[in-house]
């Protein structure tokens, strides 16, 4: 079983920044691990997913040049750093891991283990 608590969310005007943390409570960290978000009355959709090594990265196209993905495989943890935010950004945040599953890390249905999910709103 592995448990994903995120964290980090919050209020921020437009263009600022927010660093999300995706926490993971098992030892072993050599999965891939994927950021979705949902806005209200909306579908959940992709943000960006790295690789177990940190070696391989993916965007959204609505994020790219914002958002970066980073982990530490030492730590547990994996990043959303989170810059020139638009309020079209605001939705509740969640991390997924992909441990048994396969497929595109760009689809929820890839993905076995999802935190609680934490909260972005961005003010205009």
């Known amino acids: 079983q592995v448990q994903l608590v995120e964290s980090g969310g919050g209020l921020v005007q437009a263009g600022g920044s927010l660093r999300l943390t995706c926490a993971t409570v098992r030892a072993y960290s050599g999965y891939p691990v994927g950021w979705f978000r949902q806005a209200p009355g909306q579908e959940r959709e992709f943000v960006s997913a790295?690789?177990?090594?940190?070696?391989?990265?993916h965007y959204a196209d609505s994020v790219q040049g914002r958002f970066a993905v980073s982990r530490d495989n030492f730590k547990n943890a994996v990043y959303l750093q989170m810059d020139s935010l638009k309020p079209e950004d605001t939705a509740v945040y969640y991390c997924?891991?992909?441990?048994?599953?396969?497929?595109?890390?760009?689809?929820?249905?890839?993905?076995?283990?999802w935190g609680q999910g934490t909260q972005v709103t961005v003010s205009s």
């Open positions: 997924a891991a992909q441990v048994y599953n396969s497929g595109s890390l760009a689809h929820a249905t890839s993905y076995d283990y």
């Open positions: 790295i690789s177990w090594r940190g070696d391989n990265r």
